[in-house]
C-alpha cells in the first residue's frame, strides 16, 4: 500500500506534543514548529527532497523518548525546570532505539540520539562541530527557540529578541550556517506567520515534499507499534496494557480465522486504540481514589483524541473505528459517540471486550488485577445487561482460560 509518513505523523503528533506539553510545559504544538523550522531550514541550506522529507518526520518524533523517562522519574507528578533537564538525558537514548524500524528515506542515524548536542560541545554527550550529524544540529536549533521563545508571538519586539539570541549564540551553541539560514528566514513576515497555531498546518503541509513509501501492512504496524510503546509509557499502571492488548487480539483473530490482512489491522488497531491518553493528565490517570464525575469525563476524552488524530489517514478508515469504539456500549452508553448494537460491528464489540479484560487483569492505583475467573464474572455480568457481546465473552472465557 502507499503510506505517507509524514501524513501518519502530522494526526499522531499532537498526541506527542500533549504528552510533551504536560512534561515540560511547552507550547502547544511545539513538534509540529520544531518540524517546519527544520524543514525551512534544511530547504535554506540545500538538502535534498528525501532529507528535508525524513527531517520533518525526525522532526515531529524527537521527543518521542520523553514519556518513558517521564515515568521512570516521575516528572508528571513534579513542577519542571532546567535543573531537571540532566535527568531527562535518556530521552535521547530512548528516542532513537524507538525509531529504529522506521522506513525513513535516508536511512539517518543518531539524529534523536543527539539532537540536544551544541557546537560548542556542552550537550548531554560532548559531541562538538561536525562530529554531531546536520539534521541532529537543526532540530537542536529549532528545538532551542520553541523551548526559550514564544513563537506564536510574531511582534516585531519579539522577533529582535529571537533575532539577538540566534546572533549571541552562533558558534557556541549553532554552527554559523544554520544561524545565518535563520536570520535570511527571519526577514520574511510569512515566515513568523507560519508559526501560528491558525496557520501551522497548512504551513508544514505547503514545504512538505509529497512523497508517499510502498510498504505492507505488517511494515505499518512496526511504526504504529512504536507509539504503543510511547502510550503504554505514559503511567506505570498501564506499562503493558496496549503491548498486552495487541496480544490478545491477536490470538482472538486467529482464533476466529481472519485472514492475515485482517489480523494485522486489528493489531494495528489495538496498538494504537489508547493514542488520546496523551492527552490525559498523570494525576488522573495515576490517581488512587475514585474518580470525581469531572475526572471522568476528563478520561473519556482519549477515545475521542484517538478518532480526532487518526480520522483522515489514508487507508485508515476501518482501523481508526476499531481503535476508537473501545469504549462504545451495545446499549448506548458508551463514548465518546454513544453507538448503539446496530452500529457497532464484530470488530468493535471484539476490541470492546478484549479492552475490558485487559484493564480488569492488570494492577491500577486503586486495586490489584483481577483473575480470570473475577474478570470473566464481571464480563459476564456486563454481557447480561446488554453492554458487551455475550458471544465474544464466552468465546474470551473459553481462549484465555
Same mark, same amino acid.
Given at each position: %500500500? &502507499? ?8 494526526g499522531?503528533?499532537?498526541?506527542? !506534543? ?9 507550547? $502547544?504544538?511545539?513538534?509540529?514548529? @520544531?518540524?517546519?523550522?527544520?524543514l525551512?531550514?534544511g530547504?535554506g ?6 532529507s528535508?522529507?525524513?527531517? @520533518? ?9 520523553l514519556t518513558?523517562?517521564?515515568?521512570k522519574e516521575?516528572?508528571?507528578?513534579q ?9 531527562i538525558? +535518556? *530521552? ?6 524507538n ?17 540536544? +548536542?551544541h557546537?560548542?560541545g556542552?550537550?548531554?554527550?560532548? &559531541?562538538?562541530g !561536525?562530529?554531531?550529524?546536520?539534521m ?10 520553541? =523551548?526559550? =521563545? ?14 539577538? =539570541?540566534v546572533?549571541?549564540?552562533?558558534g557556541?551553541?549553532?554552527?554559523? !550556517?544554520?544561524?545565518?539560514t ?6 520574511k ?6 508559526m ?6 497548512q504551513?508544514?503541509a ?13 511494515d ?9 510503546k ?5 503511567? &506505570?499502571?498501564?506499562f ?6 495487541? +496480544? ?16 494485522? &489491522?486489528?493489531?494495528?488497531?489495538a496498538s494504537l ?5 496523551l492527552a ?9 481514589d475514585? $474518580? ?9 476524552? *482519549? ?10 489517514? +489514508? ?11 473501545h ?19 464484530f ?8 479492552d ?12 490489584a ?9 464481571? %464480563?459476564d ?21
Open positions: %500500500m &502507499k503510506f505517507n509518513l509524514n501524513s501518519f505523523l502530522m499522531i503528533s499532537i498526541a506527542l !506534543d500533549l504528552a510533551e506539553h504536560e512534561i515540560l510545559h511547552t507550547s $502547544l504544538f511545539h513538534s509540529r514548529r @520544531v518540524a517546519y523550522i527544520a525551512r531550514i530547504i541550506l540545500g538538502l535534498d527532497e528525501r528535508c522529507f525524513d527531517l @520533518v518526520s525526525l522532526g515531529m518524533m524527537h521527543d518521542n523518548g518513558e523517562v517521564a515515568m516521575n516528572l508528571f507528578s513542577d519542571f525546570d532546567l535543573i531537571k533537564l540532566e535527568a538525558k +535518556e *530521552h535521547c537514548s530512548i528516542g532513537e532505539k525509531i529504529e524500524s522506521f522506513p525513513f528515506l535516508t536511512a539517518p542515524k543518531n539524529v534523536i540520539l543527539y539532537h540536544h +548536542e557546537h560548542d556542552t550537550g548531554f554527550f560532548g &559531541k562538538a !561536525d562530529e554531531i550529524p546536520l541532529s544540529r537543526i532540530l537542536s536549533f529549532a528545538d532551542e527557540l520553541d =523551548f526559550n =521563545f514564544n513563537l506564536t508571538n510574531s511582534s516585531i519586539e519579539n522577533q529582535e529578541l529571537i533575532k539577538t =539570541f546572533q549571541q549564540t552562533a557556541i551553541l549553532h554552527n554559523a !550556517d544554520i544561524s545565518e535563520f536570520m535570511t528566514l527571519s526577514t513576515t510569512s515566515f513568523w506567520l507560519d501560528q497555531e491558525i496557520t501551522l498546518n504551513s508544514l505547503d514545504y512538505i515534499p509529497n512523497i508517499s513509501i510502498n510498504v505492507s501492512w505488517q505499518v504496524f512496526k511504526i504504529t507499534e512504536v507509539f504503543s510511547i502510550i503504554d509509557a505514559k503511567s &506505570k499502571f498501564t503493558r496494557h496496549t503491548s498486552g492488548l495487541i +496480544e490478545k487480539v491477536e490470538l482472538m483473530a486467529k482464533y476466529y480465522n481472519f485472514d492475515e490482512e485482517k489480523v494485522i &489491522k486489528l493489531k494495528i488497531a486504540h489508547d493514542l488520546g491518553k490525559v493528565p498523570n494525576t488522573i490517570l495515576e490517581k488512587n475514585a $474518580l470525581t464525575s469531572d475526572e471522568f469525563e476528563t478520561i473519556k476524552i *482519549h477515545t475521542y483524541f484517538t478518532h480526532f488524530t487518526l480520522r483522515n489517514l +489514508e487507508g485508515f478508515h476501518e482501523i481508526e473505528r476499531w481503535a476508537y469504539c469504549h462504545e456500549k451495545l446499549d448506548g452508553s458508551g463514548y465518546p459517540y454513544g453507538f448503539k448494537a446496530d452500529e457497532l460491528g470488530e468493535e464489540r471484539l476490541m470492546a471486550c478484549l475490558i479484560y485487559q484493564a480488569l487483569t492488570e494492577d491500577r492505583p486503586y486495586r488485577g483481577m483473575s480470570h475467573e473475577e474478570t470473566l464474572k464481571i %464480563m455480568s456486563m454481557a447480561e445487561k446488554k453492554l458487551i457481546d455475550a458471544d465474544i465473552t464466552k468465546d474470551i472465557s473459553s481462549v484465555f482460560f
